[in-house]
C-alpha cells in the first residue's frame, strides 16, 4: 500500500471513530463528516440552532495532499486527533500544524503539537 492511501485510512479511520464516539444530535446540534476523498479534506463539523443562534464550524479539518502530507487545519476538541493520526502511522515529518504561519512551522515539529 503507498504512503498516500495508509495516510487516507489512518485519517479516515480516526474521524469515524471520533463521530462514531459523538453524539449525532444533541439539544438541537447535529454533527456531521465530510470524507472528500478527490480533495482529500475530511471534516467534522456541526450546524443546527441553540438558544436561539445558528451554530455552524468545523470541530476537527484534515487535509491529504497529494505529496502526502498531511494537514491539520483544524482541532478544536480536547482529543488531540493529531497525536492519534500519529500514532496510527502517519509519520511525524509528513504531519503539518496548518493553523501555524509558515515561519513557525519551519522551526517547530508535530511533537510539539502533542506536547
Known sequence: MDKVTKYRNIIKTALQDV????????DGITNHY???????????YQTGHRNHKWIYGAF???QLKENGEVWLYHDGTNLKI???IISKGV??????IGWQDPDTRAA????NYRA
Open 91 to 96: 509519520d511525524e515529518d509528513d504531519f503539518v
Open 82 to 84: 493529531g497525536d492519534e
Open 108 to 111: 517547530v515539529k508535530a511533537a
Open 19 to 26: 463521530y462514531d464516539f459523538a453524539p449525532k444530535e444533541q
Open 34 to 44: 465530510v470524507k472528500d476523498d478527490e480533495s482529500g479534506h475530511y471534516i467534522l
Open 60 to 62: 476537527i479539518h484534515v
